[in-house]
């Protein structure tokens, strides 16, 4: 991410959104872990959340609480899922 970052420069006022495919039970915790050490990123937003007929998706494929709660930790709420 940082190279991406260095290689697509934005302004003062703009801000990054991370979006992890996330349908082949893709762990969040690398993307949580660049949100939370960057205050640009204001975002994580899975690409995959429905099942579709190549592959399984976020809320189908055993990941849904996993995402959920690591947008909460981004976010810093706390709570169920």
């Known amino acids: 991410m940082s190279d991406l970052r260095s290689r697509f420069p934005i302004g003062a006022n703009q801000r990054y959104m991370v979006v992890p495919g996330g ?5 969040p915790g690398c993307f949580v872990s660049v949100a939370e050490s960057d205050s640009r990123v204001v975002a ?3 690409f995959i959340w429905q099942s579709f ?13 996993t ?3 690591a947008g909460r930790s981004v976010i810093g709420k706390p709570g169920a899922c």
């Not at 349908?23 to 762990?27: A, E, F, P, T, V």
């Not at 007929?53 to 609480?65: H, L, P, Q, V, Y």
Request: charged letters at 20%; proline letters at 4%.
């Open 44 to 46: 994580i937003i899975p």
């Open 67 to 69: 995402y959920c709660q």
């Open 53 to 65: 007929s190549g592959g399984t998706g976020i809320r189908d494929n055993g990941m849904r609480s």
């Open 23 to 27: 349908y082949r039970g893709q762990d």
